[in-house]
């Protein structure tokens, strides 16, 4: 199979959107745009992405002063949102009564690469002279789950003759650069590209008011020239990869080809790739950004020029039917037209500086096999959900391998803090309560899905027919209107086999004072402990991604938000579950019940190591998994699970008479309420770990896996298990459990807890209220019963998960032995204001957002638009995933807004500092702008100079030696942060 290579550096600088600046960190942080979409912006990324990599070694800092060593992480130079694009941000979440999605959150992951530098200036006059060497860490996706890891040596020389100004908007500058292989790189069928092959070069230059850039070699090939006016139009040349249908074109010279034919299957029949030179303007005063085709050509990347790695190329002419448009298209550059997400947001205290959390996450390094040829550096990143390794580097985390805090700022004299790693099967996760009042949920969008708790079958039927039915819909969705007191669902959602919402055509619609009226019980009438039972309402709002259990004292009082001390309290507010990761399991030391979704040791192994093996053979057979793994979990719950029917007597005691017996007939996945302790699965603490049935949980397979990551067959275990999955008896039917993240157990409930799990009796007979399980004996029937309804309605209790992820997991430990403790994100909330025009659906209501650390804030809901056309598919979506499709916020917090924490009482100001556009189509401006630039302005091959090994006297020089550096080669600046001052001031 042929494939290029796909070199990326990632990202800053930006063409069509400027950066904005202010002035102390709120106003010093910049906002920066990324146009996305735009063919100019794409042909310019690797242009950005160097320009951020050469930013943040801060090469200001050390001129003169010897070569120095930087570490870069890539993650944070990215100008779009990899979340955006993803179908996983569409996935549909369920509102059932345990309460919506139930995957928990993922490490943190952040890949380092090395930058050294040397920088020298003979004097003021001089020009600044940069020559640097890049070890990049990057992976090729190949196809069928399997990601290629590769390693890139970057060879750069830099020479800089003037600043920014107003004549040189880009500054005076001029940038070489080489690329070779850093390591062995396999590229199938038995071949291997060895370490130091060459791999293409690259050449920019900024002068005047032009920015020229090109790139030659596997990499793909570039060429793009943008002239910067004072009045802000821009306008230039950029070249595109453009796949066309195949009418018969010859020579086999596309680029992406899979078979000798020289053309890649495609729906409808083959294709070809053609480069495109487009000639673009962009018409600040009008809004307008305009491009046309200039000329297109075939490019052969198997016959490179040996000096300049130039593809040979061969001029096309479009032809009708091929796909290529040969006519104006033009875009609105209004901000107000466009599609806007920010997915990085800065939060800030009163006086404008960052608001930090106290224990936030680091980044960290280790040295294996030092001294050697082998040696090689360990990068990983600590934060509260865990820890990640660079995939390539996993197989080489041993207990004992000693990490050093890479962004310590101590003093000269000090001693960065140290800490081991320690694999970990499974992470505990807590779910506390917190209290809101109903009145506080007016207007945010909830899902209701109360059809299988057959207790309360006759009350909603009762309350509207349409509720106690999940034949036809999985759950309803609606909202809550606090000025009326109601609540109004107008759409039937279904999750099985695949989401679909659809509108009502007759509402549903009901009042406080309805369910108050209708979804109760009295026990125990005419005695004198007479009581009324309410039934407790379970949502979901996909606004805030959170359950909510509203009981009738939130009801009766819906502007209480405070919470109960205990049953008894009057206190009113709405229960909602806040998560944290327990990390001292002590705290489960008398052990965790378990009544639904409960993993066992056996099943669990048995899951994952079938999953594994479907997973390879795919891999092999080059198809996907098509076939379910069995289930982790021990039983279905409180489901009937094969037909009986039973014969109830429905007089007093004593009496036996046919006319007092009536027959029902239960069916499979019908549900019935109500465990015994022999259907409750149990689990321990042994030696720091969690056990059941005397065994360790785990997914059995995390040896496996890690040896398949160091070997580097792996590096995504998620790309590997795509399409693994298990299927849950979950009611009538059958659910899709996702297992190519990991698995999540079901709520449980600490040992001393259970008893608050208990049915309710009546008080006068001791009897269970409600039916009894139909399978059960006489002697089960006796024992004591305990209810999932108890689970989700008890307003103060405090329930756990366990969660077990494929991508190997490890823990963090000091120098002393003890685990280490990150703060855990803050809960924020952003009322946004009632302004229909701007926000929406939104408008008014009060969200929860999650606050991690500085820049990044989440929970904002969005919609998947289709950004070819403007159409909006709804919030989730689990159809075939396109590639116009992108998962956008709803809307956008404005800068300077307020988010408020609950517990303190303190606001913080919040500014957008990353964010994507996606330009809207303005065909009345086609024939407005007229195109200057041609194909002669680009940058010829006779500038393209190979500074790497084999470019003979360009040569930059070798790697300097740890020895040669400053700082005793230890790193002098982390991603922009400057730890060492060579001038000691």
């Known amino acids: 199979m042929k494939k290029k290579m796909n070199i990326r550096l990632t990202v800053a600088a930006l063409l069509l959107s400027p950066a904005l600046s202010w002035s102390a960190a709120y106003d010093d942080d910049e906002s920066n745009f990324f146009v996305a979409g735009a063919g100019a ?104 789950g399997q990601t290629m890891e590769t390693k890139i040596d970057v060879f750069m020389d830099v020479v800089q003759t003037a600043g920014v100004s107003q004549e040189a908007p880009q500054g005076e500058w001029t940038m070489r650069y080489s690329l070779a292989a850093g390591a062995d790189i396999p590229m199938g069928e038995g071949f ?46 950029y070249m595109e990869e453009v796949w066309i249908e195949d009418n018969g074109m010859s020579g086999g010279t596309s680029v992406g080809i899979s078979d ?27 809004k307008v950004f305009c491009k046309k085709l200039l000329k297109a050509e075939t490019i052969d990347f198997s016959n490179l020029d040996e000096d300049t790695f130039a593809p040979a190329r061969s001029e096309y002419t479009p032809t009708a039917g091929d796909g290529l448009n040969t006519e104006e298209t033009c875009y609105s ?123 309360w079958t006759t009350q909603l ?55 108050l009226s209708k979804m109760k019980k009295v026990i125990g009438q005419g005695e004198d402990w007479e009581f009324t039972e309410y039934a407790t309402m379970h949502v979901y709002s996909h606004d805030t991604q959170q359950g909510y259990s509203i009981n009738e004292k939130a009801m009766n009082n819906p502007d209480d938000g405070t919470a109960p001390t205990d049953d008894s309290d009057t206190s009113a507010g709405v229960a909602s579950d806040i998560s944290s990761v327990v990390k001292d399991l002590s705290e489960i030391a008398e052990g965790l019940k378990c009544l639904t979704e409960c993993p066992t040791a056996s099943l669990l192994a048995a899951t994952y190591g079938d999953a ?60 019935v309420d109500g465990l015994i302790a022999g259907e409750i699965t149990e689990y321990s603490v042994v030696d720091g770990s969690v056990t059941e049935n005397g065994q360790t949980l785990s997914t059995g397979i995390a040896d496996t896996v890690r040896s398949l990551m160091a070997e580097g067959t792996i590096r995504d275990t998620r790309d590997l298990f795509q399409g693994a999955k298990a299927l849950i008896p979950e009611g009538q039917q059958n659910r899709e459990l996702d297992l190519s993240w990991g698995v999540m157990s079901g709520p449980m409930v600490l040992a001393s807890d259970l008893p608050k799990l208990e049915c309710t009796k009546n008080q006068s007979t001791g009897e269970y209220e409600g039916e009894t399980p139909p399978e ?138 990353n964010g994507e556009e996606y330009l809207s189509l303005a065909p009345e401006a086609k024939g407005s702008v007229t195109y200057t630039a041609t194909s002669d302005d680009l940058i010829p091959d006779s500038l393209m100079i190979d500074v790497g090994p084999n470019g003979g006297d360009n040569f930059i020089g070798t790697k300097p030696e740890k020895s040669d550096m400053i700082n005793g080669g230890e790193p002098s600046v982390i991603h922009g942060k400057v730890l060492f001052d060579p001038s000691g001031s």
């Not at 070694?57 to 010897?66: H, L, M, S």
């Not at 083959?270 to 673009?280: D, K, R």
Request: hydrophobic share 35%; aromatic share 12%.
């Open 612 to 671: 594994l093996t479907k997973a390879q053979q795919a891999v092999e057979s080059g198809e996907s998994i098509s076939e379910a793994s069995p289930s982790p979990f021990a039983s279905p719950g409180p489901y009937v699970t094969e037909e009986k029917t039973v014969t109830f007597n429905y007089c007093e005691e004593g009496i036996d008479e046919d006319y007092c017996k009536q027959q029902r007939t239960y069916q499979v996945g019908e549900w």
């Open 333 to 455: 550059t209004d901000v107000n037209k466009a599609y806007r997400n920010v997915w990085r947001y800065g939060v800030y205290d009163a006086s404008g500086d960052r608001y930090e959390l106290s224990n936030q996450a680091f980044p960290m390094k280790a040295l294996v096999n030092e001294g050697t040829e082998n040696e090689q550096e360990v990068f990983a990143y600590a934060g509260y959900w865990g820890v990640h390794v660079d995939p390539e580097s996993i197989g080489s985390v041993t207990d004992s391998l000693v990490f050093e805090k890479e962004d310590f700022a101590g003093d000269a004299n000090a001693s960065a803090p140290t800490y081991t790693l320690r694999p970990k099967n499974v992470r505990l996760e807590k779910r506390a309560k917190e209290y809101v009042s109903l009145n506080s949920l007016d207007g945010m969008t909830l899902g209701l899905n109360m059809a299988q708790d057959t207790y």
């Open 41 to 144: 912006n794409e042909a310019l990324e690797l242009v950005n992405q160097i320009v951020c990599f050469m930013k943040n070694t801060r090469a200001e800092e050390f001129v003169n002063d010897g070569v120095y060593r930087a570490t870069i992480y890539a993650d944070d130079c990215v100008t779009t949102s990899a979340d955006s694009s993803s179908a996983d941000s569409a996935k549909p979440k369920s509102s059932s009564a345990s309460g919506g999605d139930k995957q928990g959150a993922t490490t943190e992951q952040k890949t380092a690469s090395t930058a050294i530098l040397r920088v020298t200036r003979a004097d003021a006059s001089s020009p600044v002279l940069s020559k640097g060497w890049f070890a990049l860490t990057q992976n090729e996706d190949m196809g069928n």
């Open 260 to 286: 000798e034919s020289g053309a890649e299957s495609y729906e409808g029949g083959l294709s070809s790739a053609v480069f495109v030179q487009n000639a673009f303007v962009i018409d600040s005063a009008n």
């Open 776 to 913: 059960f004996t006489d002697a089960q029937a006796a024992e004591t019963r305990y209810c999932l309804d108890k689970l989700w309605s008890n307003k103060s209790l405090t329930t756990y998960n366990l969660v077990f992820e494929v991508q190997p997991a490890f823990e963090i430990y000091d120098s002393g032995g003890n685990a280490v403790a990150f703060d855990p994100p803050k809960m924020l909330y952003f009322s946004v204001p009632n302004d229909v025009d701007a926000y929406g659906e939104d408008a008014g209501k009060n969200l929860r957002l999650e606050y991690g650390g500085f820049g990044d804030l989440f929970g904002i809901p969005g919609n998947v638009i289709d950004i070819s056309t403007g159409e909006n598919l709804g919030q989730y979506f689990d159809g075939q995933w396109k590639e116009n499709y992108r998962y956008l916020s709803r809307f956008i917090i404005p800068n300077g807004a307020e988010v408020l924490d609950k517990v303190t009482g303190s606001t913080y100001r919040v500014k957008g500092l």
């Open 461 to 515: 039927t009762s309350l509207n027919a349409a509720l106690a039915d999940s034949s036809t819909y999985n759950e309803y969705e609606g909202s809550f209107n606090a000025e009326t007191q109601t609540f109004s669902f107008t759409d039937g959602v279904n999750f099985y086999p695949n989401y679909s919402k659809e509108a009502l055509s007759t509402p549903i619609s009901f009042t406080v004072a309805d369910w």
């Open 192 to 237: 291997t590209l060895p370490k130091g092959t060459p791999m293409g070069i690259g050449y920019i230059d900024a002068k005047g008011e032009a920015l020229r850039f090109k790139d030659n070699g596997a990499q793909g090939s570039g060429n793009v020239i943008a002239n910067f006016a004072e009045n802000g139009d821009i306008e230039g040349i």
